[in-house]
Nanobody, 126 residues
Framework: QVQLVVTGGGLVQAGDSLRLSCAAS????????MGWFRQAQGKEREFVVI????????VYTESVKGRFTITRDNAKNTAYLQMNSLKPEDKAVYYC???????????????????WGQGTQVTVAS
């Protein structure tokens, strides 16, 4: 069983950058398909970026392509979400999620994920 701890949210101005971290413990990081999700107030939780257990397959939601980038530090069991050129519409609570996986499948919907970090608020002022 993996535990996920999310850090790095905050209040920024439009155009600024933030980096979120998702530190995993309790299990080997690369046994899991993972993703960053976000949920804006009054809206359903949506995927921001998902990746396969190896990290070789990565899919970004259209609205963040070219602005957000995920990286992984396998030695630290930590995934990062670098968010550049932030927009007010990026405001949401951001979550890291994981699903124990045996292959390179990707999962777009949040119900597919078993383990969740606690979420961190990202607010972008215009």
């Amino acid at each position: 069983q993996v535990q996920l701890v999310v850090t790095g949210g905050g209040l920024v101005q439009a155009g600024d950058s933030l980096r979120l971290s998702c530190a995993a413990s309790g299990s080997t990081f690369d046994n899991y398909a993972m993703g960053w999700f976000r949920q804006a107030q009054g809206k359903e939780r949506e995927f921001v970026v998902i990746w396969s257990r190896s990290g070789n397959k990565i899919v970004y939601t259209e609205s963040v392509k070219g602005r957000f980038t995920i990286t992984r530090d396998n030695a630290k069991n930590t995934a990062y979400l670098q968010m550049n050129s932030l927009k007010p519409e990026d405001k949401a609570v951001y979550y890291c999620a994981a699903r124990l996986n045996v292959d390179e499948s990707l999962y777009y919907g949040h119900p597919a994920y078993t383990y969740w970090g606690q979420g961190t608020q990202v607010t972008v002022a215009s």
